[in-house]
């Protein structure tokens, strides 16, 4: 057999973030391919929209309002969805945000709430994820949505980017010690998505113009677009594929002269 499947029938997942955006799309297209969603975030209103979602496709999907940022949300999540879906295989670690503050002016508090909200939390996650899919002996996946800022300098954001950067490190360093267990560990970088996080700055022209000229494709990423790249990681036609970055946007970080 030459096709190996691109689809998740009989797979659990948990996309966090999953209220809006990216994360609602991917916990949409993973449900497509066939998988249960178990969707964590903070606003369980933006929880609902997702789950009906997920569930006019046919699939289960489970509302799990946590803070990521709080070791103990995390394990009472994991172990519950762990203990009602009889397993873990898939983690996407999509909670961020970005305070859009000069270098000189961020403030430790700033500091402290990126790094916890990016990057920390995304640690935790697979660590109490890990442990089940471990525990479960059939491995699983693990993806982190980090940004072609942390391949990149961009204009401003230096502790977004920080903990961008430090989340492709940490999936290179998590994908060989955990790949004895079957787990593999990839990233997703994107670059500009139409979503509820960048509508604002999307409406500027000018800003678009100068996101448009460092991106060979000349166009704005849709949502779909960076779905088919989560799914394909999560299948089986992933699973020679790990400890890699997958940069998903219309070919800014290739820039050159």
């Known amino acids: 057999m030459y096709l190996p499947s691109f689809h998740l029938e009989g797979k659990t997942a948990i996309v966090t973030g999953a209220g809006r955006g990216i994360g609602r799309a991917i916990a949409i297209g993973l449900a497509e391919a066939g998988a249960d969603v178990a ?74 709430t990126i790094m916890d909200t990016n990057l920390k939390s995304a640690f935790m996650m697979s660590q109490e994820a890990g442990k089940e899919m471990r525990r479960g002996g059939k491995g699983g996946r693990i993806i982190n949505i980090s940004s072609v800022a942390g391949h990149v300098a961009l204009r401003t954001g230096v502790v977004y980017a920080a903990t961008k950067a430090a989340m492709i490190q940490m999936t290179k360093v998590l994908a060989l010690e955990w790949g004895k267990y079957g787990i593999n560990i990839n990233s997703i970088g994107p670059w500009y998505f139409r979503t509820p996080l960048t509508e604002k700055l999307l409406q500027d022209e000018s800003y678009v113009n100068d996101i448009l000229a460092v991106t060979p494709l000349k166009r704005i990423g849709e949502l779909p677009e960076l779905v088919g790249p989560a799914v394909f990681l999560c299948t089986d036609a992933g699973s020679y594929i790990t400890g890699q970055t997958l940069f998903v946007d219309g070919g800014m970080t290739i820039q050159g002269f």
Do not use: C, F, Y
């Not at 803070?67 to 983690?91: F, N, P, S, Y």
């Open 39 to 112: 969707l964590i975030s903070r606003t369980e209103k933006d929880l609902d929209e997702t789950a009906s979602k997920v569930e006019a496709l046919g699939r289960k999907a489970m509302i799990v309002p946590a803070d990521v940022t709080r070791r103990g949300h995390i394990q009472h999540a994991v172990e519950h969805i762990a203990r009602e879906w009889g397993g873990i295989d898939i983690l996407i670690n999509n909670a961020g945000m970005n305070i859009r503050t000069k270098a000189m002016d961020v403030t430790d508090e700033e500091w402290q």
